[in-house]
């Protein structure tokens, strides 16, 4: 099994609930480092530009606005698996769908407030990462 490391961001439906804690203990408990974390306030022009691979979804514009609706935690996570095991743990995207036991099944408020970003695959990680951190800011 491969250490690999991925991106997450805690969004602000979560923020505004005071359940940060509660959504790293179940990363942690996934078996996944947090190696890197800021509490920021993106700006619209970082929200679109880090979900423009969403543009052309309908969507997309409310998206955003709920993505600056209040700050986010951004995180680097490590660990086996680290981008399959963070989705695992995320659930579905949508809550009514999302597995006993996962983040949004038992955080999420909707389909789009729903808790937690997590990155698709290596590529997006590795961009998703330098999106937000530098090199110095991630201390595996
Ligand atoms: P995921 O976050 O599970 O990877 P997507 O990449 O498909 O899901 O979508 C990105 C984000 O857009 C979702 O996490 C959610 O906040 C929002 N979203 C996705 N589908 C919808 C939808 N049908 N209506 C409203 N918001 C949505
Ligand atoms: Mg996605």
């Known amino acids: 099994m491969a250490i690999e490391r991925t991106f997450s961001i805690i969004k602000p439906d979560a923020t505004r609930r005071n359940i940060t804690g509660k959504i790293t203990d179940k990363l942690e408990a996934a078996g996944l480092r947090v ?52 989705r695992e743990v995320m659930g579905a995207t949508n809550p009514a769908d999302a597995a006993p036991g996962t983040i949004r099944a038992e955080f999420a408020e909707s389909i789009e407030a729903n808790s937690v970003h997590g990155s698709d695959g290596p590529d997006t990680a590795k961009t998703e990462i330098a999106f937000f951190f530098s090199d110095g800011e991630i201390v595996g």
Request: charged share 20%; hydrophobic share 40%; proline share 4%.
């Open 35 to 86: 190696i890197a974390s800021k509490r920021i306030h993106m700006t619209r022009d970082q929200a679109e530009g880090f979900y423009a691979v969403h543009k052309e979804r309908p969507f997309f514009n409310d998206l955003v606005t709920f993505m600056i609706s209040g700050p986010v935690v951004v995180q680097v996570l490590e660990g086996e698996n680290a981008i399959s095991q963070n």
